[in-house]
């Protein structure tokens, strides 16, 4: 089984729905991560998280939530989907040597 | 501010070629981490290395090199005989020493044919 697992890995959603995906780890790390990946921009930070009660937003946080709901898993919900809000999502935790480990990813579509 | 650039978007070679995949960073930090990750089809993200600001010591694994040189802010990757499992996107990350943030490059598309 893999260390960071995402559900779903792809969804197709309409816009205006609301929609989670959902991650979690076996790896034991505080450290949790949202990215989202677009062509050509690399991944960007939409929010991460320390601990169950440390969030804090990333670059593009706007039209997204978290939530953390145990030291295992971070949620990450968008409200009222948007057609820009598709993109490839990943999950990461940040181990002690800094290194980031990703889940499989989640292809989002909004129609 | 910290920033990752990867000047090289796509490139392509034929499978035995050596390629090198360029990465300039900024960062106001003294003690930093340095990364490559490769994105293969399949979309998921492979860990390849990780080097501190400290250790400008390049690295060799099989066919992969990296070259770190802090004078010129850069962390190049060179990939020795290329195979066509090599084609894949392939990113660099910056982050400083207390890990909070993750700065990604843009990603350099690699296409090695047969």
């Known amino acids: 089984d893999a260390d960071v697992t995402q559900t779903p890995r792809n969804r197709i959603t309409k816009t205006g729905k609301r929609i989670m995906l959902e991650c979690s780890q076996t790896k034991g790390h505080d450290r949790m991560y949202w990215y989202r990946q677009d062509p050509g921009l690399g991944l960007r930070l939409i929010y991460y998280s320390f601990d169950v009660k440390d969030i804090n937003k990333g670059e593009i946080s706007d039209g997204y939530s978290v939530s953390r709901q145990a030291q295992a898993k971070f949620s990450l919900s968008l409200e009222s989907a948007i057609p820009n809000q598709t993109a490839l999502y990943f999950c990461?935790?940040?181990?002690?040597?800094?290194?980031?480990?990703f889940g499989q990813g989640t292809r989002l579509t909004v129609v | 501010a910290q920033k990752v650039t990867q000047a090289q978007t796509e490139i392509s070679v034929v499978e035995k070629e050596d390629v090198t995949l360029d990465c300039v960073y900024e960062t106001r930090d003294t003690t930093y981490y340095l990364f490559w990750y490769k994105q293969p089809p399949s979309g998921e993200l492979v860990f390849l290395i990780r080097r501190n600001s400290f250790d400008e010591q390049n690295e060799i694994s099989g066919r992969y090199s990296w070259n770190f040189q802090k004078s010129t802010s850069s962390f190049n990757f060179t990939i020795t005989a290329s195979q066509v499992v090599d084609s894949a996107v392939y990113f660099c990350a910056l982050t400083s020493n207390n890990f909070n943030k993750f700065y990604f490059g843009s990603g350099t598309k690699l296409n090695v044919k047969p």
């Open positions: 990461a935790t940040r181990g002690q040597g800094g290194e980031a480990f």
